[in-house]
């Protein structure tokens, strides 16, 4: 089967009906696949304004174009639908296997639509897919979900993407876990599965991916993942110490989120870096997603026998400096109660952060807290009992946690304590501390959200070059560059990771020799931009309006300490611009000569 | 196949050769099964003077007399082999399914001989034998290699029992693992297994049992069941708490060892009880082996997502009072860590115990601790932390650990401060506080044990009648009756537990019915006698001399504390008189004319 040759299952849950249809080459010019092509069929099926817990909205799980293919990293999949905690149309992403497997069935991309009367899961193999009943499983962790499932489809290459209690209870920040460890994380789209009734997808696949010039394919793969060894980022620096590479560089960089953004530096790094995973060690081994040659991921075995992947560079922020928590252990803890309970480890740290400061200044009365630890600043106790009470939906504090951080602190009275843009958690870099990247968290077409347009890249770490981070002079262009052209990487099926290392030419090269288009750099970038607008179109008709392209009202306020002290963002001297470059009105709107010369009306 | 067709499987590790033998009914009416007729064919076989270590001594697992039918808790097995932690003969016992399912395959018994000389498996089904590679699981815990090993059987009936990393690593107190939570624990069974590359035993079979008198059998296990079910201990007791029902009664007795046996009452006893692991909402619900009508197990969830069954009553003391530790989730993970590692919880939480009171004493000097946490009494990290290093055989003191308390205790230089008997490590009961139990612990064949002679039952829980504890009257034949009787249930294949609620006449009807036997309760109660002479004569002749039928030292002081402040253990009032009952000489040795009397020359 060639890449070009994609079909799509769709799947209704209410009527327990499943069709097949070809994709179009032509929107595979387009949109490539995954976010992309995912989103397209998204907005051109699904009305903006409908309610994201509501049977009529769908949940698609498509792959990018290579994946599958042995292209460095190729095994993402994506999970596009209508977020409940943002309200925008949301694409969240996933490495592992599940996405490469997903490939191998035959579908390149699966729309569920409806809603089942019982829950249940779907078992997709070989242009088959079966409804089985999933009531021995509801209810249970994504770990011994996943075994039970492997078990009673008694295939060993089989793979599990499910959800656990968070997203059965609804939990918006809930998401999906596919091969135990990995997460198409963000946006509560495992809010999305659960009000559906559909508990798991398990894939199994023997189609093998064949090329137009198999050669030409084989020979751009090769070149490209000896740039990526050779690179330093993805050659040495990830390889080594995975994310958590980035503590001990952005906390000296002085954008590293304290308690809850109070703070930009944290004195108990050094305790929860990277290189004391190995220290303590609790790294057992490194590991690596489907087709990767960089291999960030980490098996950690804790001394109370507790075995995990992670925690990623993210994941160990959240639940560390921003909640001024110094201990490794209990950090893991959280990481691990996370993935089993399916929850977002994002906006689980980030809202337990925030409930610490509104604990602190009296918003949230101590009966709230019922038999539970004090929300203090580092209190490590308190980390793993709450996420424990978020992920199941337990208590009235656990009840409003598992709503996401604004809509906790907005039942408290203080939303303005929530560090969100589009009501979605904030990532792990300040943006008083890296100008460009603030104005990409205002802009981005998910809300708050880092792998949209990783600025941190050239704003930090130098790659492809180095910004200085409070310069404002060409971001915009900057930003839009990023966004688009990691929208094409979304869509192609590949690690955003791979962008360290490779440039636009690069991904050129592998999406032409891979799906035997003629694009040229130009057109693929455009590919990004379409995708992006397209985005924006769906949020503006869904009545996300351009007021919500800005950041915590804290942002705007002086850092108190770090190496930047002093700096706010400069959100309004670079969005004018940036709306400019992007061809939309000066209100951020987009005319329709804009829709039209993307084809997108 | 009835009861008394069994059939033994004879497998010879060092030359991956088997054979059937069946077994001669003459053998059963005198031995029963399980604990008696594998001693039988362990002492017929083995050098009482082989090395433990060594290929020649032999690993039996087996099957009691009705173990796999529907008798009440009829789902024990046993191992017994010559321990390398006492030097004596060993049998462990343990619940769950495995046991039942060995029945199912046709063998009542496997005789394990020799070693192999690279990891491997045994695959056990329907009369049929396979040797499988295990260098897949060799290194893993117990719970990933059962999980690894039942997918690789395919068959979801399938059963495993399988060492962890200490029974590998040859730890004295290294246990055998069944269906991941039940545990022939006590004695090493674990490291003589290790010392064969023998990983794991897996069993899947599909007979069945059938009965000379079917109705008979059927009537005599309705009977006992109702007899079970309508007695306040195995009916109400053990249903609602399960084992640890006990430490509230225990402690309130005093006679709860403290602070390695310094005291014999604990003021964390609450925090730590079977009802407090209820009021943290530890406990998730009940469950039972093997047809049993008691449900004493439970299913356990801590709140940082780790799984498990427990703790039982010994273990919660051992890593609780005995370390003077009041923290039941610390409890827990030391208790899940023993499982996953193969060690047998009663010796680790003694052994820990004993490092604290070494340590506290400067006797192990802090450098040894290398970068672990201090051993004072009282301190919960330390027996998660400790657990871990000694499970894995890991820095000076963990490997010292793993050896047990007397050797450790021994290296120090202060081995009267390991609390054993023949070198194994005492359980939750002070003997100064139970003259019985106490003069039970110095005879026991197998070393410091509760269940060769549970006293407790009637000096302390008054069943079957209410005996004073500091009496001495009479108790030397009691303890003669209990550990005879002990000896026959466990051959029987069921589990002491119901010895609360049933007597001599109702196993004598079980047995009978089961087997279709005409025994009268003098000739079972005999057989257990036969049973007790032969482990005997096979320790006497293994070296373990009569001097060893005594308590540590610490047992003749006053008990400091509670309301037996001030009793010793008088042993020296009780043992002639034991020794007198039994028909041995006043210096212990079995007389020629006992022997022939028992049929043991």
Redesign the interface.
């Known amino acids: 089967m060639k890449l070009t040759d994609s079909m799509l299952l769709r799947v209704n849950l209410s009527t327990h009906t499943v069709s097949e249809e070809p994709i179009d080459e032509k929107l595979i010019r387009q949109y490539l696949g995954g976010r992309g092509l995912g989103s397209k069929y998204f907005a051109d099926e699904v009305d903006p304004m409908v309610d994201p817990l509501s049977p009529e909205n769908k949940l698609i799980f498509a792959c990018g174009l290579m994946t599958g293919s042995s292209a460095p990293t190729a095994g993402r999949y994506m999970v596009i639908t209508k977020s409940p905690l943002t309200g925008t149309i949301a694409c969240s992403n996933s490495g592992g296997v599940w996405g490469a497997v997903l490939r191998k069935t035959g579908y390149s991309m699966i729309i569920v639509e409806g809603k089942s009367d019982k829950p249940i899961y779907l078992l997709v193999y070989d242009n088959n897919v079966e409804f089985k009943d999933a009531s021995r499983v509801w209810g249970k962790?994504t770990g011994?979900t996943t075994?039970i499932l492997?078990?009673e489809v008694?295939e060993?290459r089989a793979r599990v993407a499910c959800i656990g209690p968070a997203g059965e209870n609804l939990s918006m920040i809930g998401c999906i876990i596919n091969d135990k460890h990995r997460a198409p994380g963000r946006s509560g789209v495992g809010a999305v599965m659960g009000s559906k009734n559909l508990k798991a997808i398990v894939v199994k696949g023997s189609n093998t991916i064949d090329f137009k010039d198999k050669s030409a394919f084989t020979g751009a793969v090769k070149e490209k993942i000896d740039k990526i060894k050779q690179h330093p980022v993805t050659g040495e620096g990830l390889p080594a110490l995975g994310t958590k590479v980035l503590d001990n560089i952005i906390n000296q960089g002085g954008l590293y989120p304290t308690r809850n953004f109070q703070f930009a530096t944290f004195d108990g790094t050094e305790e929860i870096s990277g290189e004391a995973l190995v220290k303590k060690g609790y790294l057992k081994k490194n590991t690596a997603c489907f087709a990767c040659p960089i291999g960030c991921a980490r098996d950690v075995e804790l001394?109370?026998?507790?075995?995990m992947e992670g925690p990623e560079y993210e994941t160990g922020w959240a639940f560390g400096a921003h909640c001024g928590v110094n201990d490794l252990h209990a950090i893991c803890?959280a990481n691990?109660?996370c993935n089993?309970?399916g929850l977002d480890t994002i906006s689980a740290g980030v809202t337990i952060g925030t409930a610490m400061e509104l604990y602190e200044k009296g918003y949230i009365p101590k009966e709230d807290l019922e038999d539970g630890p004090e929300l203090k600043f580092g209190n490590s106790e308190s980390i793993?009992?709450w996420t424990?009470k978020m992920g199941r939906n337990e208590g009235r504090l656990g009840k409003l946690m598992a709503k996401g951080s604004w809509r906790m602190s907005e039942a408290y009275g203080h939303p303005e304590l929530s560090m969100t843009v589009k009501k979605q958690e904030l990532p792990a870099y300040d943006p008083r501390g890296v100008q460009g990247h603030g104005l990409q968290y205002a802009t981005s077409n998910r809300g708050g959200c880092h792998v949209r347009g990783y600025m941190i890249s050239p704003e930090v770490l130098g790659v492809p070059e180095k910004l200085d981070p409070q310069e404002l002079k060409g971001k915009p262009q900057w930003v839009v560059i990023f966004q688009d052209l990691t929208a094409v990487i979304d869509s192609a099926g590949l690690c955003l990771f791979t962008s360290f290392a490779l440039g636009l030419e690069d991904y050129t090269d592998l999406i032409n020799a891979s799906a035997g288009f003629e694009l040229t750099p130009e057109e693929v970038l455009r590919i990004g931009t379409r995708i992006w607008n397209l985005e924006r179109k769906f949020n503006l008709s869904a009545g996300v309006d351009p007021s919500q392209d800005t950041l915590p009202k804290r942002m705007f306020e002086p850092l108190p300490d770090g190496p930047q002290k002093g700096a706010v963002h400069q959100l309004s001297k670079l969005l004018p611009e940036y709306y400019e470059l992007r061809g939309w009105s000066p209100d951020g709107l987009i005319p329709e000569k804009t829709l039209q010369e993307l084809g997108l009306t």
């Open positions: 962790k011994e075994d492997l078990d008694g060993k001394p109370n026998g507790i075995t803890e691990f109660l089993e309970l793993v009992y424990n």
